[in-house]
T-cell receptor, first 113, second 113 residues
Framework: GNSVTQMEGPVTLSEEAFLTINCTYT??????LFWYVQYPGEGLQLLLK?????DKGSNKGFEATYRKETTSFHLEKGSVQVSDSAVYFC????????????FGQGTRLTINP | AAGVIQSPRHLIKEKRETATLKCYPI?????VYWYQQGPGQDPQFLIS???????DKGSIPDRFSAQQFSDYHSELNMSSLELGDSALYFC????????????FGPGTRLTVT
C-alpha cells in the first residue's frame, strides 16, 4: 500500500537558518503530494502541493519538488523564522479522484531566536 | 474564506458512553473525510463520504459509525467509548475534480475518562 516516510525529528534551528525536511514515499501510479503544517492546538493547514513529476509547490517561502525518480518531496526554506515552529507532515493521496491522505509521522520543528 | 467547522471543540466522556461529532464542510465541497490523531502521532484515516455515500473506509472500529446528510454535513457517532479513543478527531473536505487537496477543520479533542 501507499506509505510516506519523513526524517525523524525533532529539528531545532536558529532563526534565518536553512531548512530541509526529507520526505520519501511509496505509491502505485502517480500520487499527489502535500505538505501540511500543524501549529500547537490547531488543525492541519495545507502548506503546498504538487500533482505530477517535476512540479514545484511553493508557499510562504517554503518549496518542495515532486521527484519521481527518487520518490521524494523534500521541504525546504531558505531562512526560517520563529513563527515557523510547528509540526510538519508530508502526505500523499492516490491519483484517482478524491482519496484519503496517507501521512508521514510528522517532524516537529523548533526555531530559536 | 469559509472553512471547515467542527463541533464540539472539546468533549469529555466516560468509558462506555457515546459521543457524536459534527462536521460542516466548506461550501460546494462534496467529499468529507474523518481522521483520528493520537498524541504525538500522524492522523489516521477513518472514513470518507462522497455525495452522501460512503466512499472509503480505513481503520474505523465497528463501534464507530458515520454518515453524511443531504446538506453535506457529516456526523461521527462513537459508542462504547474506551480510554484508547481519546484523541483529536479531524474532519476534512475536498472538491472532487481538484488536485486532491483536503482542507481540515480545527478538530474535536475527545477525552475519555
Amino acid at each position: 500500500g501507499n506509505s510516506v516516510t519523513q526524517m525523524e525529528g525533532p529539528v531545532t534551528l536558529s532563526e534565518e537558518a536553512f531548512l530541509t525536511i526529507n520526505c520519501t514515499y511509496t505509491a502505485t501510479g502517480y500520487p499527489s503530494l502535500f505538505w501540511y503544517v500543524q501549529y500547537p492546538g490547531e488543525g492541519l493547514q495545507l502548506l503546498l502541493k504538487a500533482t505530477k513529476a517535476d512540479d514545484k509547490g511553493s508557499n510562504k517561502g517554503f518549496e518542495a519538488t515532486y521527484r519521481k525518480e527518487t520518490t521524494s518531496f523534500h521541504l525546504e526554506k531558505g531562512s526560517v523564522q520563529v513563527s515557523d515552529s510547528a509540526v510538519y507532515f508530508c502526505a500523499l493521496s492516490g491519483s484517482q479522484g478524491a482519496q484519503k491522505l496517507v501521512f508521514g509521522q510528522g517532524t516537529r520543528l523548533t526555531i530559536n531566536p | 474564506a469559509a472553512g471547515v467547522i467542527q463541533s464540539p471543540r472539546h468533549l469529555i466522556k466516560e468509558k462506555r458512553e457515546t459521543a457524536t461529532l459534527k462536521c460542516y464542510p466548506i461550501p460546494r465541497h462534496d467529499t468529507v473525510y474523518w481522521y483520528q490523531q493520537g498524541p504525538g502521532q500522524d492522523p489516521q484515516f477513518l472514513i470518507s463520504f462522497y455525495e452522501k455515500m460512503q466512499s472509503d473506509k480505513g481503520s474505523i472500529p465497528d463501534r464507530f459509525s458515520a454518515q453524511q446528510f443531504s446538506d453535506y454535513h457529516s456526523e461521527l457517532n462513537m459508542s462504547s467509548l474506551e480510554l484508547g479513543d481519546s484523541a483529536l478527531y479531524f474532519c476534512a473536505s475536498s472538491q472532487r475534480g481538484g488536485a486532491g487537496e483536503q482542507y481540515f477543520g480545527p478538530g474535536t479533542r475527545l477525552t475519555v475518562t
